[in-house]
C-alpha cells in the first residue's frame, strides 16, 4: 500500500533552524513535493526533489533519500512569518499525488 | 484574472440539496483536480482531468461529479449533499498530468457546510 508521515506539530524560535520530516511508502515513486499552507490559505509549492540528496532554495532547503522513503524540509533564520502548516506529498506510480496530513509549525518569538 | 479562482469562497447548504463548486484557471493548464480538505487528514483526490474533455476518479469520488468541456473550467458537483461532505475544497491544476516535475497550483478553496 501507500501511506506517508509527518509530525502533527512542531514549535521553533524565532532566528533558529528547524527541521520537518516526511516519511513515506509506496511502491512506485516519481518525486516528493513540500507545500506550505498558512491558515485559511491555499497550499503554495515550495520545493521537488526525484533524485536523492539535497536542494537548496533560499533559507528553505529539502533533502530526500529514496532508499529510506525519508525527506526532510529545513528551514533556516525563521521569521514569523514561517508559522504554517507544511504538507509533503509524494507523486505515486499512477502520477497521482500522494499527501500528508501536514506539519503545524509555530514559531515563538 | 491571474491563476486559479473558485466560487462560492463559502457556503452553507442544506442536506439533500444540489451544489456545484466552480472553478476557473487561466494558466492554459492541461491538468485539473479537485481535492477535499478535513482537518487531521491530508488533502483527499476527488476527481481529476488529464486534458479538457477527459476526467477520471481520485481516493474519494462518491457523491461528487465533474466535467471538463474546455480548458478553463472544472466544476465539482454534489448531486445531494450530505454531512459527511462539509470540508474545504481546493480545485488545483498543472502544466500536465504524468510528469515527474509536475508542479500543483491551488486555487482559495471553497468552504462548504452541509447541513
Known amino acids: 500500500g501507500q501511506n506517508i508521515d509527518q509530525p502533527t506539530e512542531m514549535t521553533a524560535t524565532e532566528g533558529a533552524i528547524v527541521q520537518i520530516n516526511c516519511t513515506y511508502q509506496?511502491?512506485?515513486?516519481?518525486?516528493l513535493f513540500w507545500y506550505q499552507q498558512h491558515a485559511g490559505e491555499a497550499p503554495t509549492f515550495l520545493s521537488y526533489n526525484v533524485l536523492d540528496g539535497l536542494e537548496e532554495k533560499g533559507r528553505f532547503s529539502s533533502f530526500l533519500s529514496r532508499s529510506k522513503g525519508y525527506s526532510y524540509l529545513l528551514l533556516k533564520e525563521l521569521q514569523m512569518k514561517d508559522s504554517a502548516s507544511y504538507l509533503c506529498?509524494?507523486?505515486?506510480?499512477?502520477?497521482?499525488?500522494?499527501w500528508g496530513a501536514g506539519t503545524k509549525l509555530i514559531i515563538k518569538p | 484574472i491571474a491563476g486559479i479562482t473558485q466560487a462560492p469562497t463559502s457556503q452553507i447548504l442544506a442536506a439533500g440539496r444540489r451544489m456545484t463548486l466552480r472553478c476557473t484557471q487561466d494558466m492554459r493548464h492541461n491538468a485539473m483536480y479537485w481535492y477535499r480538505q478535513d482537518l487531521g487528514l491530508g488533502l483527499r483526490l476527488i476527481h481529476y482531468?488529464?486534458?479538457?474533455?477527459?476526467?477520471g476518479k481520485g481516493e474519494v469520488p462518491d457523491g461528487y461529479s465533474v466535467s471538463r468541456a474546455n480548458t478553463d473550467d472544472f466544476p465539482l458537483t454534489l448531486a445531494s449533499a450530505v454531512p459527511s461532505q462539509t470540508s474545504v475544497y481546493f480545485c488545483?491544476?498543472?502544466?500536465?498530468?504524468?510528469?515527474?516535475?509536475?508542479?500543483?497550483?491551488f486555487g482559495p478553496g471553497t468552504r462548504l457546510t452541509v447541513l
Open positions: 506529498a509524494f507523486l505515486g506510480g499512477n502520477y497521482q499525488l500522494i
Open positions: 488545483a491544476s498543472s502544466d500536465s498530468a504524468g510528469s515527474s516535475t509536475d508542479t500543483q497550483y
Open positions: 509506496t511502491s512506485g515513486f516519481n518525486g
Open positions: 482531468s488529464n486534458t479538457a474533455g477527459t476526467t
